[in-house]
């Protein structure tokens, strides 16, 4: 069965600095990936997603993630965060083939000081 | 598309009411899940329909849980007797082909209280 850890709980930038949050799975092949984010008293929304291919994920609101097979990781990266960046991150890793059903990391929270 | 709506958005019951949340998905998505979020466990899958039929419901935490899909478009979960402990927000997501679709929609989430 697939895992995915979030390592940082919390993380906090100021507003036009980098940010990168980061992700491992452990699956036994390439997993798919996903990257969603959570708004305060909202649903999850999808980031991007990596099936395969170019291992270098362009998604909205300017996020990127690096599919990383040697290091069992999907990290997030935005070159320039925005106050209204500030939100819950997760990470989620599902089986091909599998039942369908991904495993979702406990997330990280973002903060974003001005 | 309205997206995946849930209702009601908050409610707040007394212990060992039933509690019935609701779900409409988004119109042709073949599959639809609940979820569970809290802060202690992070985010759950409590079960998940493929064409109405519930494929997977082993994340149901007791025989208090009940989720029935009648057609495509209404999904609900019924929890009966509640308690305290099932405080939570109950999320609905739906995808078309499941993950291999590219993801999940999902609803803006009940947040339920049990007092």
């Known amino acids: 069965a697939q895992s995915v850890t979030q390592p940082d709980i919390h993380i906090t930038v100021s507003e036009g600095a980098s940010l990168e949050l980061r992700c491992n799975y452990s699956?036994?092949?390439?997993?798919?990936l996903f990257w969603y984010v959570q708004s305060p008293g909202q649903g999850l929304q999808l980031l991007l997603k990596?099936?395969?291919?170019?291992?270098l994920v362009q998604g909205i609101k300017g996020f990127e993630a690096e599919f990383k097979r040697s290091q069992s990781s999907f990290n997030l990266r935005k070159p320039s965060v925005h106050w209204s960046d500030a939100a819950e991150y997760f990470c989620?890793?599902?089986?091909?083939?599998?039942?369908?059903?991904?495993?979702f990391g406990r997330g990280t929270s973002l903060i974003v000081h001005p | 598309d309205a997206g995946v709506i849930q209702s009601p958005r908050h409610e707040v019951t007394e212990m060992g009411q039933e509690v019935t949340l609701r779900c409409k998905p988004i119109?042709?998505?073949?599959?639809l899940f609940w979820y569970r979020q809290t802060m202690m466990r992070g985010l759950e899958l409590l079960i998940y329909?493929?064409?109405?039929?519930?494929?997977?419901d082993s994340g149901m935490p007791e025989d208090r849980f009940s989720a029935k899909m009648p057609n495509a478009s209404f999904s609900t979960l019924k929890i009966q007797p509640s308690e305290p402990r099932d405080s939570a927000v109950y999320f609905c997501?739906?995808?078309?082909?499941?993950?291999?679709?590219?993801?999940?929609?999902f609803g803006s989430g009940t947040r339920l209280t049990v007092v």
């Open positions: 997501a739906s995808s078309l082909g499941g993950i291999q679709g590219g993801g999940y929609t």
């Open positions: 699956y036994g092949a390439t997993p798919y």
């Open positions: 990596y099936f395969s291919g170019d291992t």
């Open positions: 989620a890793v599902g089986a091909p083939g599998g039942s369908y059903i991904p495993t």
């Open positions: 119109s042709g998505h073949d599959y």
């Open positions: 329909f493929n064409n109405n039929v519930p494929i997977d």
